[in-house]
Structure formats: C-alpha cells, structure tokens
C-alpha cells in the first residue's frame, strides 16, 4: 500500500501542504438588513478584511444552478475541459496558478465579466449547454455585482464618506475591470493526506489584487483565513450566505485602516470543494491612492505611492501568490 503510494506523493510533491488547523467561530456575521450593518461591516473590515453576510436576498436557486452547471463542466474529460485553456489568464486552469510557477489541488474557469468577443475558449467552457451555462453565470454575476455594490455603498457610509457610490462607482463602471472564478477542489485521496499527516493545499495563501472579492462555497470546508496575529484558522462553510474579502485596492483606498485578508484553501480528504468568487476590481485607468476626505478626517499621509490598478495588476501578474504585492507601492 505504502509503496503504492509513494510515486502519487512524489507526482504532488511541487503542491505544499500544511498542518490543520481549528475552526474559527469569530468571523464576523453581519445581516443586511440590520440598521447597524454599516459600522459593524467596517469594524469586520478593520479587524479581518474579512466578513460573513446573511439575509442578502439573493435565492439560494441562483447559487445552486451555477454550481450544478459548474460541476458538469468540471465532469467532463480531460480532453474536453482542456479546449477551454490555458488560462491566460481567462480560460480552464488545472493545478497551475497563475503564470509564475504556483501549482494547487484545483482546476477552475476564470472569466471576464465583460467579454467583447466569444472566442473558441469560451464557446469550449460552454460547450454542453450553452445558453444554460451562460445564462447561470450571467444572472448569477448580476446578482452578486448588486450586493457587492451595496456592501460598498454601507462601507462608505460607515466610513462617513461624503457621497455613498465612492466606492461603489469604481466597480459599477462599464470598464470596471471585474473577473468571475469557478473553482473545483477534487477529494483528495485519504492516502495522500494521511501520509504526510498535512493537508495538501488547494489554493495558497495570497491576498485578493482588487477592491472586494465576494465568494459562494458550497457545503466543504477548506477555506482558512490569516488573523491579526498570523494565525490561520478555518472558516465553517455555508452555503447559504456570502464571504466578503477586502483586496489590496480597498486596503490603499482606506490608507491601511481596512486590511486585505491573506487566505488559503486547503482539500478536503472525503468531499469536493466547489466555490464561485466575484472580483470587483476598478477601470484600468482608475488611480488607486487613499481617499482624501479619509485622510483629511483623521490628518493622515498617504501609507502607498500613486499608482494605476493597470499597474498594480501588471506587478501582480509577475508575483507570486504569497508575495506581499502591496509591498512595492508602500512609500518607505
Ligand atoms: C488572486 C485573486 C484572483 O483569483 C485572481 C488570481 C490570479 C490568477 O489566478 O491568475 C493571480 C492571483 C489572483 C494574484 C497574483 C497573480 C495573479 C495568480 C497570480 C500568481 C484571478 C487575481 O486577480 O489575482
């Protein structure tokens, strides 16, 4: 058995793997429709960069149609789920992230969530049904788009910004450079797991490039967050609600009074993982510094030098996951 095993151990051996860890039961919970929402979301996004949110609003029938086609297409074979890739950086993906050398127990669709042109790759990810695919996508992305503008939309007024949409316009631009992720972390086998008495890592830990990241997860768990103090601890799954994450861009927009969360997902020995997240990122052009009545508020200098999100993307795609991207705009 054990010598079975041993050339699958060696196959994998590029995916790191890390100890497990507890489940976390302080995650902030915040429920849309409580008239205190707006400070206790900025009080989360203080303290974690991270929160949960119940009583969106958004039909459970959204959430599941999406997954249910999601996981037809990662059923399909290999052959087939490979028209759709490489990703560069939209496409199917398989084990690879990113272009720098970061491997994971994952395969995953990354899209645009405006496409101009339908190219051969997309016309691959929706091969099966297409207009049942595309339209899963499609209506689920608009829905999620409208929550994430009123989380900002309550972020600004919790952070007593003079107009509420300063936030918010930055993704509800029509060049918002917003993308779309369907990952899929396969059971890993017990085997694999169990000799290394570590869990392998199905994505590795890295902070969100953009403003807000807004993420679905069906029922298994794996997704771990970075606290304060640089523990890592596991965040109960549901598939019911919605994980907002602050990104780099919120935390320079802030000054450094939000953080972007570091975060992980690690497999799971007996289920699949399957997670859909929305990343609000700004128009290309946008210039990412603090915003000044922020900084006016409190008599603050700007933490970052100026820079565009075109710029800060460019540096992020030649980093690695685990890098601390935001470190090269830091002013010293
Ligand atoms: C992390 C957040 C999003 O998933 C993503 C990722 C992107 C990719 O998978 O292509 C990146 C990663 C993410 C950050 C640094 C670069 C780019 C992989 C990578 C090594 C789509 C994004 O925008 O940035």
Request: aromatic fraction near 10%.
């Given at each position: 058995?054990?010598?079975?095993?041993?050339?699958?151990?060696?196959h994998?051996?590029?995916?790191?793997?890390?100890?497990?860890?507890?489940?976390?039961?302080?995650?902030?919970?915040?429920?849309?429709?409580?008239?205190?929402?707006?400070?206790?979301?900025?009080?989360?996004?203080?303290?974690?960069?991270?929160?949960?949110?119940?009583?969106?609003?958004?039909?459970?029938?959204?959430?599941?149609?999406?997954?249910?086609?999601?996981?037809?297409?990662?059923?399909?074979?290999?052959?087939?789920?490979?028209?759709a890739?490489?990703?560069?950086?939209?496409?199917?993906?398989?084990?690879?992230?990113?272009?720098?050398?970061?491997?994971?127990?994952?395969?995953?669709?990354?899209?645009?969530?405006?496409?101009?042109?339908?190219?051969?790759?997309?016309?691959?990810?929706?091969?099966?049904?297409?207009?049942?695919?595309?339209?899963?996508?499609?209506?689920?992305?608009?829905?999620?788009?409208?929550m994430?503008?009123?989380?900002?939309?309550?972020?600004?007024?919790?952070?007593?910004?003079?107009?509420?949409?300063?936030?918010?316009?930055?993704?509800?631009?029509?060049?918002?450079?917003?993308?779309?992720?369907l990952?899929?972390?396969?059971?890993?086998?017990?085997?694999?797991?169990?000799?290394?008495g570590?869990?392998?890592?199905?994505?590795?830990?890295?902070?969100d490039?953009?403003?807000?990241s807004?993420?679905?997860?069906?029922?298994?768990?794996?997704?771990?967050?970075?606290?304060?103090?640089?523990?890592?601890?596991?965040?109960p799954?549901?598939?019911?609600?919605?994980?907002?994450?602050?990104?780099?861009?919120?935390?320079?927009?802030?000054?450094?009074?939000?953080?972007?969360?570091?975060?992980?997902?690690?497999?799971?020995?007996?289920?699949?993982?399957?997670?859909?997240?929305f990343f609000?990122?700004?128009?290309?052009?946008?210039?990412?510094?603090?915003?000044?009545?922020?900084?006016?508020?409190?008599g603050?200098?700007?933490l970052?030098?100026?820079?565009?999100?075109?710029?800060?993307?460019?540096?992020?795609?030649?980093?690695?996951?685990?890098?601390?991207?935001?470190?090269?705009?830091?002013?010293?």
């Amino acid at each position: 058995m054990v010598v079975q095993s041993q050339p699958a151990l060696e196959h994998y051996s590029l995916i790191k793997t890390c100890r497990p860890s507890n489940i976390f039961t302080g995650i902030p919970v915040i429920d849309f429709k409580d008239p205190e929402a707006k400070s206790l979301i900025v009080k989360a996004c203080e303290e974690f960069g991270f929160f949960k949110l119940v009583n969106h609003g958004i039909p459970m029938e959204f959430m599941t149609r999406l997954e249910t086609e999601a996981l037809n297409f990662f059923n399909l074979p290999q052959s087939e789920k490979d028209k759709a890739g490489p990703p560069d950086p939209f496409g199917y993906g398989s084990k690879r992230i990113g272009p720098n050398g970061d491997v994971g127990w994952i395969e995953y669709l990354l899209l645009n969530t405006n496409p101009q042109v339908t190219s051969l790759k997309t016309q691959a990810i929706f091969q099966e049904n297409p207009e049942i695919f595309r339209s899963a996508v499609n209506n689920y992305i608009v829905a999620v788009k409208g929550m994430a503008f009123e989380v900002l939309e309550l972020m600004a007024e919790g952070l007593k910004l003079e107009q509420r949409n300063v936030l918010s316009k930055l993704i509800k631009d029509e060049k918002s450079d917003s993308c779309f992720r369907l990952n899929h972390y396969p059971a890993c086998p017990e085997q694999l797991q169990a000799l290394s008495g570590r869990n392998l890592i199905g994505f590795g830990e890295h902070t969100d490039p953009q403003i807000i990241s807004v993420l679905r997860s069906n029922n298994t768990s794996g997704l771990q967050i970075c606290l304060r103090d640089g523990t890592w601890v596991s965040v109960p799954p549901d598939q019911s609600s919605f994980f907002i994450n602050v990104g780099d861009a919120l935390q320079v927009l802030t000054n450094g009074r939000f953080r972007s969360v570091r975060h992980r997902v690690l497999a799971d020995s007996l289920k699949s993982r399957v997670s859909m997240i929305f990343f609000g990122g700004p128009p290309l052009s946008e210039k990412i510094a603090p915003l000044p009545s922020l900084l006016k508020a409190k008599g603050e200098e700007s933490l970052y030098k100026e820079f565009t999100w075109w710029e800060y993307k460019t540096s992020a795609y030649k980093s690695r996951l685990a890098d601390h991207r935001l470190g090269l705009f830091e002013k010293t």
